[in-house]
């Protein structure tokens, strides 16, 4: 059982940096794989990256690689998303979620196979 708080989010202009936290509850968060989603006003709810337990493998889709960077401090029992390059398009509700257990090589991009999820945090590009 884990509980997710994502922090870190507001309003930016194009071009700026931003980044969000996710801190989780217990003592077992290094048994927890971990990704980040985000949803943009009457879309769908799209994969951004994902990070292994030891973090020594991450993904990310396509629409963000060279720009986010996902990392963990499992001593902190956190996860980041480094945002730069911020563009429109980004704006969206940041939902960071754990998975009960190791990062599959293929399905981390699907919101199903994440057991817990965080409330979200708004990240809006405008200038």
């Known amino acids: 059982q884990v509980q997710l708080v994502e922090s870190g989010g507001g309003l930016v202009q194009p071009g700026d940096s931003l980044r969000l936290s996710c801190v989780a509850s217990g003592r077992t968060f290094n048994s927890y794989a971990m990704g980040w989603f985000r949803q943009a006003p009457g879309k769908e709810r799209e994969f951004v990256t994902a990070?292994?337990?030891?973090?020594?493998?991450?993904h990310y889709a396509d629409s963000v690689k060279g720009r986010f960077t996902i990392s963990r401090d499992n001593a902190k029992n956190t996860v980041y998303l480094q945002m730069s390059s911020l563009k429109p398009e980004d704006t969206a509700v940041y939902y960071c979620?754990?998975?009960?257990?190791?990062?599959?090589?293929?399905?981390?991009?699907?919101?199903?196979?994440?057991?817990?999820w965080g409330q979200g945090t708004q990240v809006t590009v405008s200038s």
């Open positions: 979620a754990a998975i009960e257990g190791s990062l599959p090589y293929s399905g981390y991009s699907y919101g199903r196979t994440y057991k817990y």
């Open positions: 990070i292994s337990m030891s973090g020594g493998r991450t």
